[in-house]
């Protein structure tokens, strides 16, 4: 059974930093594709970043661009999401995803494996 377990999340002030970490177990992942969503209250969840698990070419929304930053690190399979200079309009529930083959296309749907969210909060 594939579990995702994120990590990280919490109440930071505008301009400050978190990472969130996303720890996979139950099977091993060659050539997937790994993201963060999010979604804030009322909103349908949206694309933030995602990651290829063995080339690690990476991809983001345009709303964070230059200010997050997805990586991994395969021997802890495990990839994080660094936050830097967030804005009150970041704040959302972060959830990661994962699906067993590369892609660039990144809707909900696509996504076979989900973890259970973690809430991030920025302050004004």
């Known amino acids: 059974q594939v579990q995702l377990v994120e990590s990280g999340g919490g109440l930071v002030q505008a301009g400050g930093s978190l990472r969130l970490s996303c720890t996979i177990s139950g099977r091993s992942f060659s050539s997937a594709t790994m993201a963060w969503f999010r979604q804030a209250l009322g909103k349908e969840r949206e694309f933030v970043a995602a990651?290829?698990?063995?080339?690690?070419?990476?991809n983001y929304a345009d709303s964070v661009k230059g200010r997050f930053t997805i990586s991994r690190d395969n021997a802890k399979n495990t990839h994080y999401l660094q936050m830097n200079s967030l804005k009150p309009e970041d704040t959302a529930v972060y959830y990661c995803?994962?699906?067993?083959?590369?892609?660039?296309?990144?809707?909900?749907?696509?996504?076979?494996?989900w973890g259970q969210g973690t809430q991030v909060t920025v302050s004004s």
């Open positions: 995803a994962a699906k067993s083959y590369y892609s660039t296309t990144y809707y909900v749907d696509g996504f076979r494996y």
């Open positions: 990651i290829n698990w063995s080339a690690g070419s990476t």
